[in-house]
């Protein structure tokens, strides 16, 4: 791991002068736990550790940088759907679905450093240093992706809510394994679930998606 | 979810001075999170601080030694699924790791994290639900729905233990590194899981101010045969109703030794010594694999609406043995 990989991952992003902001800005009440502010050492090194409630962070989505204000608790899907960046934009990709919010359904899936995962699961805070990619973001432009493509000539959605989800997740496994078999595709699926019972027609445009790449 | 604030972990040792003192549930350490978070979302748990454990890379990876392997931590349940020399020498918990969850949470749940998740009894996760493990008084599976609870072991609480990754562990005789305030200690896999008789409260015997850093699984033998069964409700990913993981060291058909630890049978992982000692030194057949199976569940206690759980670990041990010596 390079030295520029390590200061990504330990999360320079949270500067003291951000977090110092984000104070100013009134959204944070407690930034350290009183509890562990016991003894001199302890407290000087609580001083350090930097403790936020907010903090000003930067997402690399769909190959862009979002700076965005964000409370600890607050969810990458929260920021994908609801976020408003510090310009005053709405950061609106609201491909990913909230649905079961538990990460049990898949309708949030997003790509995290080209891997698959619930993004209703992840703290907006952890998702800093990689490269987020939502439905909006597999297509190139107005031309679709082949596995979006692929969906449509199978008709593989019924009420479409869940589409977005499995979309990313086709991607994500043809992107690992480019000629899955049946049981890999369901496999490489299993995370996601249509409620209408697409499944059949899923598969088949996974397949097909598969021999186009 | 209730606000915390978060803190990026910079070294073990700042960990476990901002952890002591804090007793369980005031701060939490974040890994992969997927575990936590629904903890957090249904108030089960309410942290003031989270600390974040990813800023420690030399808690993550895989690294092998002439006395076996090495995991770190940090590293996901998909890395570990996928990683050459575990899925050939280790291939129980290869197996194990692959029937986590969803390939959306094997990305980013931890093996640590997996070690140390709660519970998914009903009860316990309603936080309406006053629970013996939330220190109320009563079970509510023992007179309520228990349909996936435990059938051994269970006296007082009866949650069973939602790891898949901790009985392939044990059965390969794996060590777990712990770090707290006083230093390093090292333990058995086996060693770090409790009974709700001896504490209704936790699953495990760390205490609030240690981390898990590592897993060390010593090398396996040549005549080595492991493997990991899991039963499901479906086809759909999910947590085991039961689940074995054999390791046997095989010569022809017999049975020179044999580890049997099953999952989702009970608050912890339960080793089967009963199986095991049927096994030890015979010739395999299905008589002797339905007689291992027999005699891991003479101690079962079923509740109103999970009496199968008996009959399907018991078949599920006797298939696991068929198919090591198949």
Known sequence: MSEKDKEQKQGKNISRRSFIKGVGTGTV??????????????????QTDEAVASAKIQL??????????????????????DGI???????????????????????????????????????????????ITTVEGIANGD??????EAFIKHDALMCGFCTPGFVVSSVALLNENNKPTIAEIKEGLSGNTCRCGTYPFIFDAVETASQEM | MDKFSYVNA???????????????????????????????????ETPKTLINLKTLPEMEGISSDAAGIKIGALTTIADIAMHPTIQHHYTVLAQAATSVATPQI??????????????RCWYYRDETVNCIKKG???????????????????????????SDIAPALIALNASMKITGPEGEKTMKVEEFFTLPSDNPFRENVLQPNEIVVEIQIPNTKPNTKSLYLKAREKGAPDFALASVAGVFEMAGRTCQSANIVLGGVAPKPWRSTEAENVLTGKMVDKAVSMKAGEEAVQKARPLNDNEYKVTLTQNLISRAVMMAVS
């Open chain 2, 106 to 119: 094997r990305n980013v749940g931890t093996i640590g994290g997996n070690l140390c998740q709660r519970p």
């Open chain 1, 60 to 81: 690399n989505i769909n190959e862009e940088v979002t700076e965005i204000e964000v409370e600890a608790r607050t969810t990458l899907l929260s920021v994908l759907r």
């Open chain 1, 85 to 131: 960046d510090t310009t005053g934009n709405n950061v609106d990709l609201t491909g990913a679905k909230l649905i079961c919010d538990k990460g049990e359904c898949g309708g949030c899936t997003v790509l995290v450093d080209g891997k698959p995962v619930y993004a209703c699961m992840m703290l907006a805070m952890d998702a800093q240093g990689k490269q």
């Open chain 1, 143 to 148: 031309d679709l992706h082949p596995v979006q």
């Open chain 1, 29 to 46: 009440a407690a930034t350290v736990a009183p509890a562990i502010l016991v003894g001199d050492e302890k407290a000087a090194e609580a």
């Open chain 2, 136 to 162: 109320g008084d009563l079970c509510y599976a023992v007179d309520g729905l228990s349909k996936y609870h435990a059938i051994l072991g269970g006296d007082p609480v009866y949650i069973v233990h939602p």
């Open chain 2, 10 to 44: 910079t070294s073990l040792k700042q960990v476990t001075s901002l952890l002591s003192d804090s007793g369980w549930g005031e701060v939490m350490l974040i890994a992969g999170g997927t575990d936590l978070l629904s903890e957090l979302k249904e108030y089960i």
